[in-house]
């Protein structure tokens, strides 16, 4: 593998079908796509994932990280947990947050094993969503903060 993190100033809905696959809605995507820095995580000349930093106050958040489902479970996750911390440190803030679902099971896991802490729950978060989200048998209703 060859990742690199490529800066995607423009033509930003071009990796849209990354993005939802960390965020199902698209008009919710919509609502924060031109916002922030969006990075196109690459594997030679192949998009695999994307990352999407916002900086808000006194942190960066990671507000969406997704790969292609062939690209998980070989590091690029924790690569692009490494880029983001990188990124916030050069912007001068020294704190990462990110959220996720209550049923993303697999995602709270994730952040877990690459240091993060849960700090909070937006409780109703999802409720909001135009459809409802369901994961590995679960509903997402609220978003867990790290």
């Known amino acids: 593998m060859n990742i690199t993190f490529e800066l995607v100033p423009e033509d930003r809905r071009r990796l849209l079908p990354l993005l939802l696959l960390a965020d199902e ?3 919710v995507v919509g609502s924060y796509l031109d916002r922030g820095t969006l990075f196109a995580i690459r594997d030679g000349d192949a998009d695999i994932g994307v990352l999407l ?13 997704a790969l292609a489902e062939g690209s998980r479970g070989q590091g690029v996750g924790t690569l692009a947990i490494s880029f983001a911390a990188k990124c916030a440190r050069e912007a001068g803030v020294d ?5 996720t679902a209550n049923s993303s099971l697999d995602a709270i896991r994730f952040y877990q094993k690459v240091g993060f802490r849960m700090s909070d729950v937006k409780r109703g ?22």
């Open 125 to 146: 978060f999802f409720d909001a969503y135009p459809e409802p989200i369901w994961e590995d048998g679960l509903r997402a209703r609220d978003m867990i903060m790290f």
């Open 95 to 99: 704190r990462l947050r990110v959220g």
């Open 25 to 27: 809605s698209e008009a």
């Open 53 to 65: 930093l916002i900086h808000e106050g006194d942190a960066v958040e990671v507000k969406n990280l």
